[in-house]
């Protein structure tokens, strides 16, 4: 951080965090490094390597300041930046699995972090698992002897289920094993994993950081005692983030705090509404009183954002594909976290536990900046093609 410490406000924080502007002259952002080849001053310095940067895929002071500012926001010992969210999935689970161990990965997980262990994880010889998204303090029941990874994604993609993420901890660390999180829905505004024992909290950057739908980077954060392993692997995989990309992640934690409380109230007022509406049977959102793990959300989160899902009453893709069609301003498209709101039928037939039943299909709603009462309007002209 640039100015002093974590006791100032979050937002004063995301203002300042990463670089200093003393150290380019007084220029309030830092200047976007692109480089491969670092020049050392003489053959001693270069055999030693003894100098602060070396290689553009071992960072560069713009990958530097992106990842003090989130090992700030994390209170993590290191943050390597990767290409894609994705790819903050899967360099961690590289470097900490080996052929023979095993590994549970929560049911309810975003699908590409499923694909990647059902068919990398599984040819490179790793046992893979997966556990109720419930689980909490049964997760020991689950644990063998060659358990060296558990892990978790909280809220679930999708369906929203909350994980006890303080119980997993505790029971995976006691049998030597590590937790893992997916972090993306609460950023570490609304949640930080490293304070509830996880030891690794992953994040899909492109989503609120980010924040404009044009940009895709990852983070994993890690604390002291996995971020040497983590940081090896990621120079091993040369799983290196663009110099642009980074810069723009750095630009938009500058506002990520007002966006994501606009996205939470917004997203708060639409599901409150939504639960009120004859064609829905349910909204999966967390930070409803009506959601079955509020509590459990309530006790360790401090916010919530802008993804949930609905459940419609009755009917099946016909109703599914009726609503998003009538949709005006919601786009149907992947992802989330950007300024405009988007919407996607939910497919739960990867699951093998946390897979209902639900009263009808699901639709996942992503709640952007628009003004909330043409939102509310669009999503009624869903609803209203539905029942047709
Ligand atoms: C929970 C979660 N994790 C990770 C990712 C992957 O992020 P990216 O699209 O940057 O690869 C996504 C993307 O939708 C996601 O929803």
């Not at 992106?66 to 209170?75: N, Q, V, Y």
């Amino acid at each position: 951080m640039a100015k002093d410490g974590n006791e100032m406000g979050i937002n004063t924080r995301l203002a300042h965090s990463g670089n200093n502007p003393h150290d380019y002259f007084g220029f309030v952002n830092p200047p976007v490094v692109h480089a491969s080849t670092v020049l050392f001053p003489n053959a001693a310095t270069m055999a030693a390597r003894s100098q602060k940067y070396t290689y553009g895929t071992r960072g560069t002071p713009t990958t530097d300041a992106l990842a003090s500012a989130i090992d700030g926001l994390e209170g993590s010992a290191g943050t390597i930046v990767v290409p894609s969210g994705l790819a903050a999935v899967t360099v961690p689970l590289v470097a900490f699995l080996s052929a023979g161990d095993h590994v549970l990965i929560v049911d309810s997980v975003y699908h590409p972090t499923r694909n990647f262990a059902d068919t990398m994880l599984k040819r490179l010889g790793v046992e893979v698992e997966y556990y109720d998204p419930h689980v909490g303090a049964g997760i020991p029941a689950l644990i063998k002897s060659n358990t060296r990874v558990v892990f978790t994604e909280s809220p679930a993609s999708n369906t929203f289920e909350v994980q006890d993420i303080p119980a997993i901890a505790s029971a995976a660390h006691a049998a030597g094993a590590i937790v893992m999180m997916d972090n993306t829905w609460a950023t570490p505004l609304y949640f930080r994993p490293l304070d509830h024992g996880v030891d690794i909290s992953i994040h899909a950057a492109t989503k609120y950081p980010a924040g404009h739908s044009d940009v895709l980077l990852g983070t994993a954060s890690a604390n002291k005692a996995c971020w040497k392993q983590l940081r090896e692997t990621f120079y091993t995989m040369g799983c290196c983030a663009g110099p642009d990309d980074v810069y723009q992640v750095l630009r938009g934690l500058r506002t990520m705090g007002v966006r994501l409380d606009h996205h939470q109230r917004s997203a708060l007022a639409i599901a409150g509404w939504l639960e009120g509406q004859p064609g829905v049977a349910r909204v999966l959102h967390p930070a409803l009183a009506s959601h079955p793990d509020h509590d459990l959300w309530k006790r360790d989160f401090c916010g919530s954002s802008g993804i949930f899902s609905i459940v419609l009453k009755g009917g099946g893709q016909k109703q599914q594909h009726a609503f998003l069609d009538a949709l005006r301003i919601f786009g149907l498209g992947y992802s989330w976290g950007g300024y405009e709101s988007l919407a996607v039928p939910v497919f739960l037939g990867d699951r093998v536990v946390a897979k209902g039943p639900y009263d009808g299909p699901l639709i996942r709603l992503q709640i952007g900046l628009e003004d909330v009462e043409d939102l509310k309007a669009d999503l009624a002209r869903g609803l209203t093609a539905a029942a047709g």
